[in-house]
């Protein structure tokens, strides 16, 4: 058990409507990813928040947006749904923001499988 | 851009054979280098990391990798292949200068054992 917790663990939903991935990091962690799996693309990272604020961006859509709350939970909106949205959304966190001071190692969660019908 | 080349989407051995996974790396920098393993409908657990110093990393479960510079490389290596070892292994890599820690994946390598 990494610490991360992700709900759901399942969705499925319809194409055009909007879905919210919630994520708590471990204790004590700021940093929380988002990263995207799917069978075609592999694994890839989305967006990064720190303490509340947006900290990266990588190959999110503008259908996609995220927040981290001032309790340090995130949340992944998806919005428009398309049939390639399906795909299992991780989330991981860490302790520090950035590197150059060493690493900060990531704990990734269960994820959640979104289908998209 | 980073990028991460796994050779191998599928790998077998047999139990108790050597286990060798191979990832090579492209970055402008020196990077910081990860092996991840993903157990069915799990999410992704570290093996070993690699930052400065010793080129040889030991991590969990037995596994170690080395560091080649000149060759790009950080292969995921264990003496001794065992059957709980069957999993899918992803290597990534992030930039040490980037101002983010985000990780980039290989297309990750499915390792079977057999009996």
């Known amino acids: 058990d990494s610490g991360v917790t992700q709900t759901p663990k399942h969705l499925i939903t319809a194409t055009g409507q909007r879905v919210t991935l919630r994520c708590s990091p471990r204790?004590?962690?700021?940093?929380v990813y988002w990263y995207q799996q799917s069978l075609d693309q592999g694994l890839q990272f989305l967006i990064q928040?720190?303490?509340?604020?947006?900290?990266a961006k990588g190959n999110i859509l503008e259908r996609f947006s995220a927040q981290q709350f001032p309790d340090l939970h995130s949340e992944l909106n998806l919005s428009s749904l398309e049939l390639g949205d399906s795909a299992l959304y991780f989330c991981?966190?860490?302790?520090?923001?950035?590197?150059?001071?060493?690493?900060?190692?990531?704990?990734f969660g269960p994820g959640t499988r979104l289908t998209v019908l | 851009a980073q990028s991460v080349t796994q050779l191998g989407s599928h790998v077998s051995v047999s139990e108790g054979a050597l286990v060798l996974l191979r990832c090579n790396y492209s970055?402008?920098?020196?990077?910081?280098l990860f092996w991840y393993v993903q157990y069915p409908n799990q999410g992704l657990q570290l093996l070993l990391k690699y930052t400065t110093g010793a080129t040889l990393v030991k991590g969990i479960n037995g596994f170690e990798a080395e560091f080649k510079k000149s060759e790009t490389s950080f292969h995921l290596t264990k003496p001794s292949a065992h059957m709980s070892d069957a999993a899918e292994y992803f290597c990534a890599v992030s930039d040490p200068g980037a101002g983010s820690y985000q990780l980039t994946f290989g297309k990750g390598t499915k390792l079977s054992v057999i009996p």
């Open positions: 991981a966190s860490s302790l520090r923001p950035v590197s150059g001071t060493g690493t900060d190692t990531q704990y």
């Open positions: 970055s402008s920098v020196p990077p910081y």
């Open positions: 928040y720190y303490n509340g604020e947006e900290r």
């Open positions: 204790s004590g962690d700021l940093s």
